[in-house]
């Protein structure tokens, strides 16, 4: 066999591990809703050229409906991961096998077709998030590197500002409801922990 041929097989084996290892996850719905404490004179972290500004004490429990990985752009070797998490209504299969959900960009995108939303729209805005992780540790990052779409994560952490010597700023949403730009979360992570499928 040739060594083209020999990569190529390799290659298709590869794609194919690494299919079956990040294949979706079917799950149970996830009640509840996201819970954010504010709390003034949290001690900011450095982080390389980044002061990290925590402000609320942060705690989700949801489904992941979709991951992307950063490796290029201003704030990808802070945050590195996004999840598009739903809970309630929004973590329900029923509901998510209507919609077209995707992430590009730093913005976590949803669609339906013709026959319209599966529930109100001001619900899927209300019931789910894009969420920019800032891992608080390696083991952390590795943690989040290993979940898979559709599991149940519990995440615990912070939501942060941050902002850079060069006047460089990333700010968190402060709202359960906004969409559009700013609309984002972004979390310190202290700990994520995937929950029993049920």
Not at 38 to 65: D, K, M, T
Not at 175 to 191: I, K, P, Q, Y
């Amino acid at each position: 066999m040739s060594f083209k041929a020999l990569l190529f097989v390799a290659l298709i084996g590869w794609g194919a591990v690494n299919w079956w290892h990040k294949r979706p996850v079917q799950s149970a719905p996830v009640a509840g809703e996201p819970v954010q404490q504010i709390h003034a004179g949290l001690p900011a972290v450095s982080v390389g050229a980044y002061q990290v500004q925590p402000f609320a004490q942060f705690e989700v429990r949801a489904r992941v409906l979709s991951v992307a990985s950063y490796l290029l752009g201003r704030g990808s070797d802070l945050a590195p991961l996004d999840f598009a998490l739903g809970w309630n209504r929004m973590s329900d299969a029923a509901v998510i096998e209507q919609l077209n959900i995707s992430q590009s960009g730093r913005w976590y995108h949803y669609r339906w077709g013709h026959e319209g939303p599966p529930i109100p729209a001001s619900e899927i805005a209300a019931s789910s998030a894009n969420m920019h992780l800032i891992p608080s540790s390696a083991s952390v990052k590795r943690a989040l590197e290993s979940v898979r779409v559709g599991e149940r994560v519990e995440i615990r952490g912070k939501l942060v500002d941050v902002t850079t010597a060069d006047g460089w700023s990333w700010n968190s949403s402060r709202s359960r409801t906004d969409t559009g730009g700013g609309a984002c979360e972004l979390v310190w992570v202290d700990s994520i922990t995937v929950l029993p499928p049920k």
